[in-house]
């Protein structure tokens, strides 16, 4: 899911380290000189889509922009808060990918003149998740693209999007947030300011795992339960239940024992070497099952793993 839940622009001193990606915005403004692609690149959790969706707002603004700020008011700016502008397209992976019908929606919508604003813009969230269907329609898109187009594309795995696609892309590097700047901007999301605090800290600057973790209380919890689970049975049985769930849920789960490993260590109770063996062995997981080896396989090292190494730890 894309971590654009709302429409407001950030404020930029929530987004220290980021200037570079500012100034990009910025000049581009003030200079009306905007290219068709953009490629929005940093770690997963970085504000990417938050950046880039700051941007949008600045090309689609109907006052005058050069500031690189929007200006909130115009029929634009309260279009796009209300996700409701007619030349912003938001593509999103529906499942685990961007199929081919939305490259095909952007391309009927791209040759159609912009309606509101002066720029059509088309944000494709974690582009890496493209099909390669959808990729390649995409790629016909940016190879002639119309002048009035621009394209945002983000992504945490630049290495999994087609060097055709990125070559066409002016790069802007996102960095990750800070644990204040987190804090921060969970609180004027709605969060209670001490538990945006400790979810700042232990998300460690992920933007999307900070409002996973905040969007389902009790996590901690359950991160403890299942690795209770995990270590009362036999690693087989346990990964041969595991295996049978989708990709989303195979990841939530190993994200719940990260959770679970993280509050453990931070606690500064119990064999701190061995819970630090234990969150590699989740992270070394995790990697594989988001490359697509074969899950049974990977939950049944973890959980041999987890077992050896935690067997006679008890719970802090
Ligand atoms: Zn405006």
Same mark, same amino acid.
């Given at each position: ?36 692609? *953009?490629?929005?690149?940093?770690? #997963? ?11 949008? =707002? ?30 912003? *397209? ?16 952007? $391309?009927?919508?791209? $040759? ?14 974690? /582009?890496? %998740? ?50 204040? /700047? ?8 709605? /969060? ?19 409002? #996973? ?13 299942? $690795? ?5 049975? =036999? ?16 990841? %939530? ?37 988001? #490359? ?25």
């Amino acid at each position: 899911m894309a971590d654009v839940p709302s429409a407001r622009s950030v404020p930029e001193e929530l987004l220290p380290g980021n200037e570079v990606a500012l100034r990009l915005i910025t000049r581009a403004a003030s200079s009306g000189r905007i290219s068709n692609a *953009y490629l929005f690149k940093g770690p #997963k959790g970085s504000p990417k889509d938050l950046i880039a969706r700051r941007f949008a =707002s600045v090309l689609l603004c109907e006052s005058d922009s050069e500031s690189g700020r929007a200006c909130g008011v115009c029929r634009s700016c309260r279009l796009l808060a209300a996700g409701e502008h007619p030349d912003f *397209y938001l593509a999103e992976k529906e499942g685990a990918s961007i199929k081919i019908r939305k490259s095909h929606e952007m $391309l009927r919508e791209a $040759l159609l003149r912009p309606y509101q604003s002066s720029r059509k813009v088309f944000l494709i969230s974690d /582009a890496d %998740d493209m099909t390669i269907e959808a990729s390649n329609a995409l790629l016909k898109i940016l190879e002639e693209p119309p002048p009035y187009v621009t394209f945002l594309l983000t992504t945490s795995n630049p290495g999994a999007i087609p060097d055709t696609i990125l070559s066409r892309c002016q790069v802007v590097p996102v960095r990750a947030l800070s644990p204040a /700047a987190l804090r921060q901007l969970l609180s004027d999301e709605g /969060a209670d300011p001490q538990r945006a605090g400790e979810i700042a800290e232990l998300s460690g600057g992920n933007l999307e795992r900070a409002r #996973k973790m905040l969007r389902g209380e009790g996590k901690f919890q359950r991160g403890a339960e299942r $690795l209770e689970e995990i270590l009362s049975s =036999s690693p087989v049985e346990a990964a041969q239940k595991c295996s049978k769930m989708d990709l989303s849920q195979r990841l %939530d789960f190993v994200d719940d024992l990260e959770i679970e490993l993280v509050r453990r260590l931070r606690s500064s109770e119990g064999p701190a070497a061995s819970y630090l063996e234990a969150l590699k062995a989740v992270l070394k997981a995790r990697e594989r099952l988001s #490359k697509n080896v074969n899950a049974f396989l990977v939950f049944a090292v973890l959980f041999v793993d987890l077992s050896r190494v935690l067997k006679h730890t008890t719970v802090t």
